[in-house]
């Protein structure tokens, strides 16, 4: 007998299921599902509990903070228009114990998606009037084709997201047909699902089998029935992950040689020597690492990750000179020039002329023409620009080590260009400060290895976060606040949000505020920074601002990431409601970086509060004055901006999880890099990256650097 695996079921077209016709298969067509493997991991959006399910006269007072779900016929929609132009849209339906009101308000046209006579399931919190009358405002809706069909589900009831030219009843008939397919015992195939973990794995970890998770994800009997089935397709589906990611990391390891280090250890630790301080415990551990990376027999492919000011860039510095002194040129690329102009100057703090030539290469650069011909000659040095250093026009012809500063800019894509273009394969460093939670890091950098710098260099107080609101006075607040961080002959950053598209909006936004500071504070010196400005301008400005001749400097965000100046000891943020959660976090570490007691202020937009502001901005700015961990901030990011932009979005391949969440579901990403480890039959693991191809082709394509 043979057996059904998912590998052999995405060859079976949904065309072939009873009941779906060929109008039937187009539609599906076109919303993606083509196989069967495609609808059974087409997982319901919701349930209908039918344990809520009531009368309409069962309804009563007690229900009206508990959603409720009533079954009933449409008797009548109407449309009805407000004064001020609100769209109420309004279905009276009735079950055989009464009748009640359902309305929408705003333009959803629910008067052109259903009918009279129509039967429907609605979902929702009711009100219940005095008079005993209840209505429901802006309910869940579903049509059913046929009362009789929801008898027949089971407890709990399937809602699928739309596919256009099909109804959420002849999805749930799809599906049924199919399992009864995989249960029957009167063909030619053994009856079930093949499952590719093995029996012992399955029963140590209580899992459901597969075919159970099937089913039961799609008609559970009850909750744990839902549990138990979301529990099994989450692990599958992680577990499919780590199997692709294991392939393209032996694979890549295979075919790709590595370049050969002739550095001594000596080399280094007298370099480490000379360094201005003592590295901490992580960044040494991490530049280990990336040393032992070097003298394998394949390229390294590593991430450096570390909370903003935790010194990222002097392990990276110490690597480049590792490489250099091996005879090979080495690449650091940031994602902004006043980022590589930063990189430029704190890494000439470092390491000086006599121990390697480091020449920055930007677009503004005067001896550009020399140094791409350095590059070009294959002369060992580090050279540090932007992603344009990647461009085809310019070609190292001796590239060994590639750093990627990519503040979460740079996506795979680049990396993967990277490489491609160099001839030999350098090894590769990404650098990352923005904090990525540890959940999505896994699918974001899954064929990477980590090195964490876990903690900050020793004497860093805490830097004082401040909330202040938008007022005049609350200005004065923030002027006796700056008064006396000038009084200490300290520093102080002031930045601009970015509001506009246009960048002229933006920097003219900042010279209002430049503007009011040079008012406010005749008596010291006031500069102001912006991206329109040329590198010889900024250049001056920076140079001034490290050498304590400037203030405050007033700037867009241009300073983002990156600036290093520990005599700096106060950052407004203005408009701070504006930003990303992760970006005020990154904006706070540009101060405490020396012994001096630092501060932070959050400024709300002029005239604005805390309550005037949009909920997202008041719930950043709530966490961000609360918490000072980059990683727990990230995490809450992730939770503000919600589900939908996590999922599906700018990392091309995250839309292949169907049903795990990394948001929710880090335990059991966990659990799954166990199970994968016990797995040692090399046939299942074979199997496991088939279906994983067929199950996560678009993570595979991402993912698929040579
Ligand atoms: P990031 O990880 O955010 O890129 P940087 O590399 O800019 O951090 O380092 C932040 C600051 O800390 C710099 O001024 C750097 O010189 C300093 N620094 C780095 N490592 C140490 C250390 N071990 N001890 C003291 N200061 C350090
Ligand atoms: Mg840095």
Redesign the pocket.
Known sequence: MVERSFKYLDEIELSFVRGIGEKKFASLKKSKLKTVVDLIRYFPRTHIDRSKVKLISEIDKNDENNEVTIFGTIDKVSVFTTKTRLRIATLSISDESGSLKAKWFGPQYIESRFKEGEVVAVSGKPEVKKTGSVDFKNPAIEKFTDIEELNETGSFIPIYKKVEGMTSASIRKGLKEIIAILESTKDDFTPGLFDVLPSEIIKEHSLENRLQSVKKIHFPKNEVDYKNARRRLVLDEFIYLRSIFENLKSKYKNENKGLVYTFSNSDIDEFIDQLPFQLTQSQLKAVNEILEDFRKNYPMKRLLQGDVGSG??VVATIASYAAIKSGYQVALMAPTEVLAEQHFASINQFMNKDQCDIYLLTSSIKDRENILDNLNNGKPALYIGTHALIQESIKFSNLGFAIIDEQQRFGVEQRKKLINETGDIPDQLVMT?TPIPRTTALSIYGDLEISSINELPPGRKDITSHLIEGSKKDNETIYDICEFHLQKKSQIFVVCPFIEESELVDIQAAENVFIEYKEKFKDYNVSILHGKMSFDEKDQIMQDMKNGKVDILVSTVVIE??IDIPNATLMIIESAERFGLNQLHQLRGRVGRSDKQSECIFHVSKKKTLNTISEDGKRRLEAIVNIKDGFKLSEIDLEIRGEGKVTGTSQSGQSDLKIADLRFDYELLLESKNIFDKIESEDIKKLLFEEAQILFPNYFKASGTT
Do not use: I, L
Request: glycine share 20%; net charge positive; charged share 20%.
């Open positions: 990222k860039t400060a990431v990156g």
